[in-house]
């Protein structure tokens, strides 16, 4: 049974684990067995991805380096607030050069530009529906502990600037309320599954009314899919092709319960077939392994893989180790 340190430090380091492990990933399932097969390690980015290109092995990206920025955001304000979120986007956006670069999502660089201009805050994420909201909301469900209503309010609050529809909301809050319920000391996978309905269903009710499908009926529809049992690849390639593994937020979000569910929330395995299922397979399996790392803790995740990811330049500047000392802060008992 995992303390709440081990479970933010897991949580932190499991994102940071699913995102590396499907970093070299191609967009389309053939394409990545034609180059690797079957994904086992930290793998470099291939020289011809669309994203990635030149990235090397264990190296994280856009998603944890957004969460990370985030969660040191928020222990400097001690509190999720909407200024501190905004802080954390922009000042990550320019870090990694963020006008040229082809790792900032649709919805994010449409937001960080009308905030650059100077627009109201509360317009400028009300056309995003991609799945930015829910690949840097795990240091939100991390501050909630067996709370998934302040959870998802938080979450709320965290997709204001550049996510602020009801599809974007609902996928973030169904991530941080499985967070939340995934730091009990008693949780179960079904009692996460749930919470992640929960908030699904609550997000949906925020923010601006958007044309997207609803993220309930994708997660439900991953989780039988998983639950069917029988050959991984097949399950993944259903994943894949039903589910969808896209930049589409629905679809990210069911995807990764669908491998969460695939793999006992292992946070090894659950890496593993995130990054076997392809699509934004980074942005599924941070999603995934954030959630599989809180439920199981640190010392679920073999202490090679964090030496591997503390060794990268880029995780080492983040400083998982100091970040989860901070959000333990907020949540302990005083
Ligand atoms: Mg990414």
């Avoid at 659950?270 to 999603?287: F, L, M, Q, R, W």
């Amino acid at each position: 049974m995992s303390t709440l340190k081990e479970k933010i430090l897991g949580g932190l380091y499991g994102q940071a684990l699913g995102d590396a492990w499907g970093m070299p990933a191609y967009f389309h399932p053939d394409q990545t067995w034609k180059a690797y097969g079957w994904i086992t390690d930290f793998l470099p980015a291939p020289p011809d991805h669309e994203v990635h290109a030149g990235l090397p092995a264990a190296r994280i990206t856009d998603d944890s380096e957004q969460a990370f920025s985030l969660a040191w955001e928020y222990i400097h304000a001690k509190d999720v607030t909407l200024a501190a979120t905004i802080k954390g986007i922009v000042e990550w956006y320019d870090r990694v050069g963020g006008d040229t670069s082809k790792y900032v999502g649709p919805s994010t660089r449409r937001g960080v530009q009308a905030l650059k201009r100077g627009d109201d805050p509360h317009t400028t994420g009300r056309l995003g529906d991609t799945n930015g909201a829910a690949m840097r909301v795990s240091p939100v469900g991390l501050l909630h502990p067996n709370d998934p209503i302040g959870a998802i309010d938080d979450a709320a609050i965290s997709c204001i600037p550049t996510h602020n529809t009801s599809v974007a909301i609902s996928g973030a809050s169904a991530i941080a309320a499985a967070i939340a319920i995934a730091m009990r000391k008693d949780a179960t996978l079904d009692a996460i599954i749930a919470g992640g309905l929960l908030g699904a269903e609550l997000g949906r009710q925020k923010g601006h009314p958007w044309l997207g499908p609803s993220v309930t009926r994708r997660i439900e529809m991953a989780v039988t899919i998983a639950r069917k049992g029988g050959d991984p690849l097949a399950r993944l390639r259903e994943i894949f092709d039903t589910v969808g593994t896209s930049l589409s937020i629905v679809e990210t979000v069911g995807a990764a319960f669908g491998v969460l569910v695939m793999a006992d929330a292992d946070p090894k395995q659950t890496a593993i077939y995130a990054a076997n299922c392809s699509g934004d397979a980074d942005t599924v399996g941070a999603i995934a392994c954030a959630i599989a790392g809180t439920y199981r803790g640190v010392g679920a995740i073999d202490p090679a893989i964090i030496a591997r990811l503390d060794a990268d330049e880029i995780c080492k500047q983040y400083n998982i180790p100091a970040i989860a000392e901070g959000l333990y802060s907020m949540v302990s008992p005083s």
